[in-house]
């Protein structure tokens, strides 16, 4: 009799849960009918196979967050639209597919409750946290590096204006130069560009920033903006600019260098310290106990 009622207490969730994801995926599938019904009805004509428009509509009503989700991902240097749409499917599907695999195996007592709950978590890590920390981290390391070659920016758009370019020029000229270098920096550029050909150059310098949030971006921004706002020249800015940021690294950098002799002391401490007290009172100590 308890069997029964333990196990009509697994059935009976995992039954509403089955529901719930045929509800979703139904009503998912007949947003993704009527998006595709208003794409023939306004006369959008598509390339693609037909087949594959409708799973990529599928897909982009299945996500979640698209608009977050992409720009995390254009920031991690992930630019693929394919990768934005199944972001959220890559994570649940795994997760929900471990879930179902742990709850079989606890039904049929192949698990005791507490492996289900250690099997559960460690899916939960894998599939829905490390993605976003890995996403994260990337993103972080992308931003850092775009940073660090600012300066090298700087001098490039220097040489360019001095050529005779504006500096909308340059940018096209540099964003198309650039991706054999850097293909992050080559992708900022690019939307940079694509936004000042909409709202201008000095809003598009401001959401530059959005996509480069330090201080040396900050800095790049606001000292072109003023310069474009008072009309004084550009080319000596841009040199000026690179040495700042250039010295600014290397204040950095020397700062970390001066932080590693304290941050060395806690390993000295704890590994070779702390033995060698052991090793001149253990003696001692050992002749007291006896």
Request: charged share 20%.
């Amino acid at each position: 009799m308890t069997e029964s009622y333990s196990s009509l207490l697994i059935v009976l969730p995992l039954f509403f849960m089955s529901l719930g994801i045929a509800l979703f995926v139904m009503k998912a599938i007949d947003n993704a009918k009527g998006q595709l019904a208003a794409r023939k009805a306004i006369g959008e004509e598509s390339d693609h196979d037909p087949y594959m428009d409708a799973l990529a509509v599928l897909l982009k009503v299945l996500n979640f967050n698209q608009q977050e989700t992409k720009e995390k991902l254009v920031k991690a240097g992930i630019y693929s639209n394919v990768i934005a749409n199944v972001y959220y499917l890559i994570k649940i599907v795994p997760f929900v597919v471990c879930l179902c695999v742990a709850i079989f195996l606890l039904i049929a007592e192949f698990f005791d409750i507490s492996m289900f709950v250690v099997v559960v978590a460690l899916s939960a890590i894998v599939f829905l946290i490390a993605p976003d920390a890995y996403v994260a981290s990337r993103g972080n390391r992308i931003t850092r590096k775009i940073s660090n070659r600012l300066p090298f920016l700087l001098d490039l758009m220097n040489v360019c204006v001095h050529t005779g370019m504006t500096i909308e020029a340059s940018l096209e000229y540099l964003a198309k130069e650039l991706r054999t270098v850097d293909k992050h920096l080559a992708y900022v550029l690019k939307k940079t560009l694509e936004r000042a050909q909409l709202v201008g150059i000095e809003r598009a310098l401001e959401d530059f920033y959005t996509f480069v949030p330090t201080a040396e971006a900050q800095s790049v921004v606001m000292t072109l903006t003023q310069s474009l706002k008072y009309g004084s020249s550009v080319g000596p800015v841009l040199g000026t600019l690179a040495c700042d940021i250039r010295e600014l690294s290397m204040m950095d950098l020397e700062e970390k260098i001066g932080k590693m002799g304290a941050k060395m002391s806690i390993p000295l401490i704890a590994f070779i310290m702390v033995p060698i007290i052991v090793l001149i009172a253990a003696p001692g100590i050992m002749r007291m106990l006896a």
